[in-house]
């Protein structure tokens, strides 16, 4: 009898592919151990998480650090990974990511500018943080330069704030 048309069933991922998973997964906690502390702090990581993050910038052995990794990326398999990832992904200025979210920052800056209170609104609605009085002085700035024809000075800043708001 040929058994070729059987359904086979399925007993989940391969030994190697899970692997493999671990590894980046490895590999993405030593990201994290090696990234600044201004940029760690960005992310929303479980206590457990950053705890052993903060316990493998300590190690000086070789050997203690690759055990501590491994340690790291068990505690990512129980963690939100997505989460980390899109956070990486807008720190990387090569992935897509970054480059949605920059674009997206510049349409905010765009509508802003020359909406006035309407674009301020809508940006408060998004980013309920943001301080409204604040948006309103660079808005004003930005325009009294177009009309100027001076450097966008107020315009950059209005890009920062919006980008510290919505990170």
Do not use: C
């Not at 990511?97 to 905010?108: A, D, N």
């Amino acid at each position: 009898m040929d058994n070729t048309n059987l359904p086979t069933e399925y007993d989940g991922p391969s030994k190697s592919q899970l692997k493999r998973d671990s590894h980046a997964l490895q590999a993405m906690g030593k990201e994290l151990v090696e990234m600044p502390e201004g940029k760690l702090q960005k992310f929303n990581l479980p206590e457990a998480l950053k705890e052993a993050i903060y316990e493998a910038r300590k190690l000086k052995s070789r050997e203690a650090k690759r055990r501590h990794l491994q340690y790291i990326g068990k505690l990512m398999r129980i963690s939100n990974i997505d989460e980390i990832q899109n956070t990486l992904d807008k720190m990387d200025h090569q992935s897509l990511t970054y480059r949605q979210h920059f674009k997206q920052l510049e349409v905010w800056r765009e509508r802003i500018i020359s909406q006035g209170n309407k674009g301020i609104e809508s940006f408060l609605k998004e980013y309920p943080l943001a301080e409204r009085q604040q948006l309103r002085n660079l808005q004003r700035q930005a325009n009294r330069e177009i009309e100027l024809k001076k450097a966008p000075v107020a315009s950059r800043k209005i890009f920062e704030y919006i980008r510290s708001v919505s990170e």
